[in-house]
């Protein structure tokens, strides 16, 4: 078969080779057991096993174990977190950090809930970098950021201190660094990036940030709920939560957090040096927030755009396109990206600087 594209895509994204193919296998028969991964109850023993094996792996990955954080698989997408992170914690006021459209549309859903703070924002110049040096007004029901804009190229380095929980939107650089995970009350990510396939919505939530809201909640939305039937309230997404598990173990043996932010970090900085060097690339990032996630960066001779876009198409790359409401190019260098793909990306810059 013919060498797999170097897949830059944002999502759903690259996920490890050998994890798909584990994947397949199960779908046609797991683990001997004369059965498929998606023809068992999901109350039996084989995948309350796989549900309770995610969740913990989760929080050891996160360096959270013991902490009282509880994690659960849900459906939805991060969209529908949006509304349940207001739904379940927002009583009267609650702040937000806006860093492009993710955040946007968390703020939309929560104003359907109660008042909302705009603490901070970059939308005047386009979202180009992260707020810096703001206050945090008092009594906020929480506080909540995006902390890696899939979009716009930002990424958050150090996060705000305050009294209000603290809640992130991780969906796209979940697992891809070491940071202090319990700083955060609350924490989900869709798992289409660094997680699994699309399909189930990770929450890690610290319990006592919940109960504290006078309205009532619908069963499915109710993160008490979940959290009381072991994110088994309902028939769980079987095959996103088990894919996600094989993920989650290949980067435990590839050394955990830690050893993927090494990768991450090189793979990123070949790519950024490459945009600052060569003179037909600018990037679109301010350089001190830039995103070791999704790298964003123009043309700076928007002609060439015919013949960069035939020559990386000709290289085996996929999904260079920035997003569509931005335009320009994004390489999304998620976890399971191999350096060798960005080397060919640049080969492929530097190559075009040399023709034109
Ligand atoms: N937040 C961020 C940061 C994202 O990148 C995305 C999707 N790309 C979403 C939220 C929306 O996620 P979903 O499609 O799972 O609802």
């Given at each position: 078969r013919p060498m797999k594209k170097h897949n830059f895509s944002a999502g759903p994204c690259i996920l490890p080779e050998s994890v798909m193919k584990k994947a397949a296998e199960a779908v046609v028969e797991l683990d001997g057991s004369g059965l498929s991964l998606i023809e068992?109850?999901?109350?039996s023993p084989a995948f309350v096993d796989i549900m309770e094996r995610a969740r913990s792996l989760v929080l050891e990955l996160m360096q959270l174990e013991g902490k009282g954080y509880e994690v659960l698989f849900l459906q939805g997408g991060a969209s529908l977190e949006f509304l349940m992170v207001a739904y379940n914690l927002l009583e009267k006021r609650a702040g937000y950090i806006n860093t492009g459209t993710w955040s946007d549309k968390a703020i939309k859903e929560a104003r359907i809930f109660g008042e909302v703070v705009e603490v901070a924002s970059s939308g005047e110049s386009g979202f180009n970098h992260i707020p810096k040096g703001f206050d945090i007004p008092a009594g906020l029901d929480y506080l909540h950021l995006t902390s890696n804009n899939t979009i716009f190229g930002t990424q958050f380095k150090d996060f705000p201190k305050g009294d209000a929980p603290l809640i992130a939107d991780m969906s796209s650089d979940i697992f891809s660094r070491v940071i202090d995970y319990s700083q955060f009350d609350l924490i989900y990510a869709g798992a289409q990036k660094n997680m699994g396939p699309a399909g189930t919505t990770l929450v890690v939530v610290k319990p006592e940030v919940l109960g504290r809201v006078s309205r009532k909640i619908p069963s499915m939305l109710d993160y008490q709920v979940h959290i009381a039937k072991d994110s088994m309230f309902n028939t769980p997404p079987v095959f996103a939560v088990y894919t996600s598990l094989l993920t989650l173990e290949w980067l435990r043996d590839l050394g955990g957090v830690a050893a993927i932010e090494e990768q991450n970090e090189k793979k990123a900085k070949l790519l950024y040096s490459e945009v600052d060097l060569n003179p037909l690339f600018e990037g679109y990032a301010a350089k001190e927030d830039r995103s070791l996630m999704n790298a964003t960066f123009n043309l700076t001779r928007p002609e060439l755009k015919e013949t960069f876009d035939a020559m990386w198409k000709e290289a085996g790359?996929?999904?260079?396109?920035?997003h569509r409401s931005v335009g320009g190019y994004r390489a999304s260098m998620y976890n399971a990206l191999p350096l060798e793909s960005v080397g060919v990306l640049v080969d492929v810059m530097s190559d075009l600087e040399r023709k034109a």
């Open positions: 068992i109850s999901h109350r790359i996929n999904g260079l396109n920035g």
